[in-house]
């Protein structure tokens, strides 16, 4: 990732020229390349029946969030869109649109402008309810939030309301052949504990073979990935400490 200087807390921050500047910038300038990857995440909220809504319902809710709630983290830090496309390495012109709702990014790359916003990637996801967390949260099977991959079989359900938590806790469901895409690692710790199917985790260039029942714990700064190399559905809880997506 691009190294970036963090703007002084004191400099006179005009968010309306910025921004303008920034995309008139990206349209007589060389963009930054946009890396995807081959995933574009879907939030799908479950139905008072516990039945989710439609993915075209599912794409039409996540457009409606991701950008405003990226643009509040961005105007909260008195950041460009120039510097946040610096730090995450994509063009200005890309991330506008993403601002105003015309494009919903890649998982890999919510994961980078979540980074170089210095939020979690689920803040973007699964904003916070409320200003304060409560101490003890019962979440129904029906309230989860779905995570869902067009053109993929992999979705990700929050066993928890928010990410205003100190870990972070996933239901991963992944069919035969799915993988999680290129390793990746963050702060803190994992443990995977593998519900039913068959999971592959590799942690730092070695791949762990679990089953169901079976469970891993490492320090996830350690590039780490999944596939599931079984010949069934594979399921599993994911957690994280921090909270990390």
Not at 83 to 97: G, I, M, N, T
Not at 211 to 230: Q, V
Request: hydrophobic share 35%; with cysteine; charged share 20%.
């Amino acid at each position: 990732m691009a190294s970036y200087t963090k703007p002084r807390r004191n400099a006179v921050y005009d968010e309306t020229a910025s921004d303008t500047a920034d995309v008139r910038a990206s349209e007589t300038q060389r963009a930054l390349p946009t890396r995807r990857g081959p995933h574009t995440a879907k939030v799908i909220t479950g139905g008072k029946h516990g039945a989710a809504s439609s993915a075209k319902d599912a794409e039409s809710d996540l457009g409606r969030s991701l950008g405003p709630l990226m643009r509040q983290a961005r105007k909260r830090q008195q950041l460009t869109l120039q510097q946040v496309a610096q730090r995450a390495e994509l063009s200005v012109s890309y991330l506008s649109q993403i601002e105003r709702n015309l494009l919903t990014p890649t998982v890999g790359t919510l994961k980078r402008i979540a980074t170089a916003l210095g939020i979690p990637t689920g803040q973007l996801i699964a904003p916070d309810a409320g200003t304060t967390r409560t101490m003890v949260s019962v979440l129904r099977k029906h309230e989860r939030k779905r995570v869902a991959f067009p053109q993929s079989s992999i979705t990700y359900e929050l066993l928890m309301p928010d990410f205003r938590r100190r870990a972070s806790a996933l239901w991963l469901v992944g069919n035969p052949g799915a993988e999680s895409g290129p390793a990746q690692s963050h702060e803190g710790e994992d443990i995977v504990i593998v519900l039913n199917g068959h999971l592959s985790v590799d942690v730092a260039g070695t791949w762990y073979e679990l089953k169901e029942g079976d469970s891993i714990c490492f320090n996830s700064e350690l590039p780490h990935r999944w596939c599931n190399r079984g010949a069934r559905i594979a399921q599993a809880i994911w957690i994280s400490s921090p909270p990390y997506l």
